[in-house]
């Protein structure tokens, strides 16, 4: 599996959600809303999920397995990274 496109779009109010992502895959598949934030331990991703009947959120694709999650997290917070580093230089 390759992360093929990495899409971010900064969140302009303050608040600990920094920006929203869509990754692509192999070119085939589309993962959208997964959440970049600033947590007490510092920034992390949150998969796209929906709020049950319960009251609690469940994700609605995530990956199976910690290895998987790892590298998923790592693609898209250096995209994050280089967009952040992108805007400073254009202000």
Do not use: C, W
């Not at 693609?75 to 805007?87: D, T």
């Amino acid at each position: 599996m390759q992360i093929t496109d990495v899409r971010v779009r900064k969140v302009s109010k303050e608040g600990k959600m920094k920006a929203i992502v869509s990754i692509t895959i192999d070119d085939e598949f589309v993962v959208h809303d997964i959440k970049i934030i600033e947590g007490e331990k510092g920034i992390f991703i949150a998969m796209p999920s929906r709020k049950a009947a319960d009251g609690e959120y469940r994700d609605i694709a995530h990956p199976i397995n910690s290895d998987t999650r790892d590298s998923i997290q790592k693609i898209i917070l250096e995209k994050y990274q280089a967009v952040l580093e992108e805007a400073e230089v254009t202000e």
